[in-house]
């Protein structure tokens, strides 16, 4: 299935948006900059995979192959919209480093 240009665009958006306000947010609280950053692939893993959390730790090696496998199957528009859910949250550690840097301090 094939997914419209707007959809993409719009979904692109909401994914930026989206883990920039988590990443700001979790930067604020924890006051780790690149915290959402390193985050990132284990959030993506599982919007990708349809694996239970718990099978990573009872059966890995199986649970890696079929994480393996649908990474190697997602269609460009997947792609480009978890690119930009990245994105957002590199935006997010930039911007709080930014404004710690100006002086600013959160919480």
């Known amino acids: 299935m094939q ?3 707007p959809v993409v665009l ?9 883990f920039f306000g988590i990443g ?17 692939p284990f959030v993506f893993m599982f ?4 694996i239970p959390w718990t099978q990573y730790f009872t059966d890995p090696q ?10 190697l199957s997602l269609a460009p528009a997947d792609i480009l919209i978890l690119a930009s859910g990245f994105a957002g ?3 997010a550690g930039f911007v709080i480093r930014t ?3 100006k002086g600013y301090q959160m919480f």
């Not at 199986?62 to 990474?71: G, P």
Request: with cysteine; glycine share 0%.
């Open 62 to 71: 199986a649970s890696f192959i079929a994480l393996k496998r649908k990474v």
């Open 24 to 40: 700001f947010l979790l930067n604020m609280l924890l006051r780790m900059t690149w915290i959402m950053t390193i985050l990132c």
């Open 10 to 18: 719009i979904s692109m958006l909401l994914f930026f948006v989206l």
């Open 47 to 50: 919007i990708i995979d349809d």
């Open 3 to 5: 997914m419209s240009l």
């Open 89 to 91: 949250a590199l935006c």
């Open 99 to 101: 404004l710690r840097a």
